[in-house]
């Protein structure tokens, strides 16, 4: 909900007393050192501090946090609360040998204050005090071990509170580290063109997933650059494929990558979780098949050919997503309900069933909806593809694509754009790791690279450095033990999460991806944060329960491509066993959601509280399971919308939603709508559709009171061009 930012004092000129004396006796001081004989050099401590966690007795505004004091950033500061006591506290992330305290006071300094550590957090000694603190630049040299530091203001030297610039530990840590880079473990099989038996091997691989939708195998199948042949990878569950070229053509197949839907009778609306990327196809047959449905990316592909979405004998497909690709043919979708392309090039798109939707698509069609069904956007706003491993001679390194805006096609088409980081710079976690070691490796100031596996986490995982990037391989996965969020991003740049799937544990989680804290206010539009390919599920693999699964509390976050998903088949499923009551909530502000899949929660699948927010593309079912219309009734309101911007907004806009009810349980059951907004000239929205799948309940409108009802069984949308 957006609020007036708190009221902030203006920041007070720093104290420039004695500067003349100073300068004096430095002089005389130099003179004196050049008789000083010289002695053995000794190592200068290291800066333990900067970056790490830090927490405060209170803060006296929004633009003042306790982070801003172990910034390194000499222009920002924390301050607390007008009173006494107050206290800071930083975690080093492993125990150290302190020799050093540097305190950059603001004018608004203590008199009185001491100095704590804390090996436990819990028990805590006291190493230096004072009530006649000078304020400006204190250097106090200390002794001892410690992981929490704190500093205790007992007596302030000024009506306001306590303001530091920084507050600086210094010291050896007692603890080696942990190494960046290593090997990425025995699921991760990386291929060479004169590796033998490839095919074998791939098929082995697919036998083990192809109908493992709730299994435990994880695995990425790697190619290094070079030219393959009679190639044809099929892919099942948790499978990720891609080359280990900085472009796509660096490795190229004479074959295919494929997914069909064999294993459910040639249904392909549960071919989820699996994804291809970075490489170039030359199918065998002119044609490359691609048919999934959700959490399913297809991206930075160059297919020489067309590219069928259906799967063979046409069978159901319930949509996906395909990004920064080059699809030289046409693009047949066939049976695919809906689809989103973004920033790629096609030689042609054939047909349309539900919902088409293109932002920044060389070769797509005409915007034409709803007959036939295309929403076409020259360009996608802003957009940054997703971080990817790769080869550089003999090095692993990850790239990470520099941001682009109004972008429109292929974002390889020259010499890439972007940072590349080499392994020695991540921590590679394998199965096994704990949340503990995991915090630890990012506080160090390593970035995160998930092994393919399943990673059990007892708490959060926090990532409160700017541009750290959390890569997932072949469709790593987290899950919370004890009703924890799983990963909690902070209120900084530039952040990468990418290729996760988080499944939520059987004890309530209030919430299991949390990007920015609650009140985030910093402007992050120069260098947004990214959730890309990072899926959550409720249920399917077991029970589970979340009250929302994703907030999005940062300003600028752009969510490229993510699943929300409360299941409706597998194990733990249950109207109140898998429990979930809200998707998706973005409280920040300038949020961009492209290719946003968010299905069957129990009450909102999305909240839309900040603003300027747009959405390029949603798909989304309400509940299957719902008991009977008492269990969805919100109020006087039959039913929940699918996607709700709040009434205190003021400026949203999205492009190509649908929403589709199957209350099988009890096809009485009567939506008034599917989706919600104010009446605003700035709140906007082109080409909405509503579906009721063959009866199986009913929407009354489509926005608001805004659209025909649905009715019968034939399955046929009910649409609304323009709101309002």
Not at 502 to 516: E, H, T
């Amino acid at each position: 909900m957006y609020a007036p930012p708190a009221y902030r004092r203006p920041a007070r000129p720093a104290d420039g007393r004695r500067t003349g004396v100073l300068a004096a006796v430095a002089g005389l001081l130099l003179s004196l050192l050049a008789f000083v004989p010289a002695t053995p050099a000794s190592a200068a401590p290291s800066l333990l501090s900067q970056g790490k966690t830090v927490t405060a007795s209170s803060e006296e505004n929004n633009g003042t946090p306790a982070a801003s004091a172990v910034d390194g950033d000499n222009g920002t500061r924390w301050s607390s609360a007008f009173s006494d006591p107050q206290w800071i506290k930083v975690d080093l992330g492993v125990s150290a040998s302190v020799s050093q305290i540097v305190l950059k006071w603001e004018a608004a300094y203590a008199n009185g204050y001491r100095i704590e550590f804390s090996t436990d957090n819990s028990t805590w000694s006291t190493v230096y005090s004072t009530t006649t603190g000078p304020g400006g630049t204190e250097s106090l040299n200390v002794s001892g071990a410690a992981r929490y530091v704190r500093l205790t203001g007992t007596a302030r030297a000024t009506q306001y509170g306590y303001s530091l610039w920084e507050f600086q530990v210094f010291g050896a840590s007692g603890d080696p580290g942990i190494p960046g880079g290593g090997d990425l473990g025995p699921n991760v099989l990386v291929f060479d063109p004169s590796t033998p038996g490839i095919q074998a091997k791939v098929d082995e691989i697919f036998k083990k997933q192809e109908s493992a939708q709730f299994g435990d195998g994880r695995y990425a199948l790697l190619f290094k650059p070079g030219t393959y042949n009679n190639i044809n990878a099929q892919l099942g569950f948790y499978t990720s494929i891609a080359g280990l070229g900085l472009k796509p053509d660096d490795t190229t197949f004479n074959g295919d990558v494929t997914v069909d839907a064999g294993w459910f009778n040639g249904n392909a609306t549960q071919n989820f979780w699996r994804s291809a990327e970075n490489l170039a196809l030359n199918p065998v047959n002119g044609t490359d098949r691609w048919a999934v449905s959700q959490a399913a990316p297809f991206r930075r592909m160059h297919v020489r050919g067309g590219l069928n979405l259906a799967p063979d004998g046409y069978g159901w497909a319930s949509g996906g997503y395909i990004a920064d690709s080059k699809v030289d043919g046409q693009v047949g979708p066939y049976s695919q309900q809906q689809w989103y392309t973004r920033d790629s090039s096609v030689g042609g798109w054939t047909n349309g069933v539900w919902n088409m939707t293109f932002s920044g698509v060389e070769g797509a069609p005409a915007q034409t909806f709803p007959d036939p069904p295309y929403t076409t956007l020259d360009t996608t706003p802003v957009s940054r593809e997703k971080p990817f491993l790769y080869l550089d001679g003999s090095e692993y390194k990850v790239f990470v694509p520099a941001k682009r805006t109004n972008a429109r096609g292929v974002s390889w088409s020259g010499t890439p754009q972007g940072e590349s980081i080499p392994l020695s710079q991540f921590y590679v976690v394998r199965p096994g790791a704990t949340a503990a070691t995991i915090n630890a490796a990012v506080q160090q100031g390593l970035h995160l690279l998930f092994t393919p596996g399943v990673y059990h986490v007892d708490r959060t995982i926090t990532i409160d450095r700017a541009n750290t990037v959390v890569l997932g391989l072949g469709l790593a996965t987290i899950i919370p033990d004890n009703g924890v969020t799983a990963i909690k991003v902070g209120d900084v740049d530039g952040v990468k999460l990418a290729g996760l799937l988080i499944d939520a544990g059987p004890q309530n989680s209030s919430v299991l991806l949390q990007v920015g804290p609650e009140g985030a206010s910093a402007d992050h539009s120069a260098n947004p944060s990214t959730v890309q390919d990072v899926f959550v599920r409720i249920g399917g693999a077991g029970a589970g329960k979340a009250t929302t699964s994703m907030v999005i509390n940062n300003n600028d976050t752009i969510v490229d491509h993510t699943w929300i998903w409360r299941a409706d088949h597998g194990e733990g499923v249950g109207w109140e066993t898998n429990r979930a009551d809200y998707g998706l909530r973005v409280n920040g502000d300038d949020v961009l959601a492209t290719g946003l899949f968010v299905e069957h929660l129990n009450k909102y699948d999305v909240q839309w509280y900040g603003e300027d927010g747009r959405t390029i593309f949603f798909q989304n079912e309400k509940s299957y399971d719902a008991p009977n219309q008492a269990a969805v009734q919100n109020g006087s309101t039959k039913g929940y919308a699918a996607y709700k911007v709040d009434d205190s907004v003021d400026t949203h806009e999205g492009w190509g939603l649908g929403s589709y009810c199957y209350y099988n349980v009890d096809p009485t059951i009567r939506q008034d709508h599917g989706f919600e907004a104010p009446v605003k000239s700035g709140v906007k929205f082109h080409d909405l559709l509503v579906v009721s799948l063959g009866g199986q309940g009913q929407y009354e409108h489509v926005i608001n009171n805004t659209g025909a009802a649905t009715s019968g069984t034939s399955t046929v949308p009910s649409t609304v061009v323009s709101f309002p």
